[in-house]
């Protein structure tokens, strides 16, 4: 999401500030300001807030909000449409849940196309507020636990996206990080597909004992991960 408004924001010529988790691997953060945008490292719960408050005062001009953006979300489901352009017969699309955006995004299109369709949430257990919420009914606020999987994973849902969240999603698996790092080391042993852990978490939730039946579609995120983590994770370490 960063790279790509950092990218968008250099293409019309227009400055573009980020405001991101301090504890961002520092890869993430080299492509955001490879692309011309200035970073802003503050604290993981100052950053949720920014998420919360859908503002940063401290800076000027147009904010764009990485998960609650309404356009952000139809443009993400686009990534529905090309799966069952590609497989009109999938059963379930298994889609990692950070604030929700992504996943929603995906299931407000394959509703439309084909509600047969199941759209899954995949969350890592260090950090699964989604499961907490359809467990309790309501968001609820967890204990959030930092690891090597840091595109998804908060302390509760955004309480904006809860009515979208529990409304479109077909529940939410939640991965352990041994599970996680088993399926960085598939992707790129057996697709040459470099996966960060978020990208990583539908296709560990598609290898586990309790995955969905039927043809399986995972949405693999991202790639951006430090070299030095990838390679303990590839030495299964």
């Given at each position: 999401?960063a790279?790509?408004?950092?990218?968008?924001?250099?293409?019309?010529?227009?400055?573009?500030?980020?405001?991101?988790?301090?504890?961002?691997?520092?890869a993430k953060?080299?492509?955001i300001?490879r692309?011309g945008?200035t970073?802003?490292?503050?604290?993981?719960?100052?950053?949720?807030?920014?998420?919360?408050?859908?503002?940063?005062p401290?800076?000027d001009?147009?904010?764009v909000h990485?998960?609650?953006?309404?356009?952000?979300?139809?443009?993400?489901g686009?990534?529905g449409?090309?799966?069952?352009?590609?497989?009109?017969?999938?059963?379930?699309?298994?889609?990692?849940?950070?604030?929700?955006?992504?996943?929603?995004?995906?299931?407000?299109?394959v509703?439309?196309v084909?509600?047969?369709?199941?759209?899954?949430?995949?969350?890592?257990?260090?950090?699964?507020?989604?499961?907490?919420?359809?467990?309790a009914?309501?968001?609820?606020?967890?204990?959030?636990?930092?690891?090597?999987?840091?595109?998804?994973?908060?302390?509760?849902v955004?309480?904006?996206?809860?009515?979208?969240?529990s409304?479109?999603?077909?529940?939410?698996?939640?991965?352990?990080l041994e599970a996680?790092?088993?399926?960085?080391r598939r992707?790129?042993?057996?697709?040459?597909?470099?996966?960060?852990?978020?990208?990583?978490?539908?296709?560990?939730?598609?290898?586990?004992?309790?995955?969905?039946?039927?043809?399986i579609?995972c949405?693999?995120s991202?790639?951006?991960?430090?070299?030095?983590?990838?390679?303990?994770?590839?030495?299964?370490?």
């Amino acid at each position: 999401m960063a790279q790509g408004v950092a990218w968008c924001a250099r293409r019309i010529g227009v400055p573009c500030a980020v405001v991101v988790p301090d504890g961002a691997p520092r890869a993430k953060l080299d492509a955001i300001e490879r692309l011309g945008a200035t970073t802003i490292p503050v604290p993981f719960e100052r950053w949720w807030q920014v998420l919360v408050d859908g503002t940063y005062p401290d800076l000027d001009g147009v904010f764009v909000h990485p998960v609650a953006d309404r356009a952000v979300i139809a443009g993400n489901g686009t990534i529905g449409l090309e799966i069952l352009e590609d497989l009109p017969d999938c059963d379930a699309i298994l889609v990692p849940f950070g604030g929700g955006g992504l996943s929603c995004g995906i299931a407000s299109a394959v509703r439309e196309v084909s509600p047969r369709t199941r759209v899954i949430a995949c969350e890592v257990e260090t950090a699964a507020p989604l499961a907490a919420a359809l467990a309790a009914g309501a968001p609820t606020r967890i204990e959030r636990r930092a690891s090597f999987v840091d595109g998804i994973g908060s302390s509760a849902v955004l309480e904006e996206m809860w009515p979208l969240a529990s409304g479109l999603l077909d529940g939410s698996r939640t991965v352990s990080l041994e599970a996680v790092a088993a399926a960085i080391r598939r992707l790129a042993g057996s697709a040459r597909v470099v996966a960060e852990g978020a990208g990583a978490a539908p296709v560990a939730a598609a290898l586990a004992e309790n995955a969905p039946e039927g043809k399986i579609a995972c949405v693999v995120s991202g790639g951006v991960i430090d070299a030095v983590v990838l390679a303990s994770i590839l030495r299964a370490e």
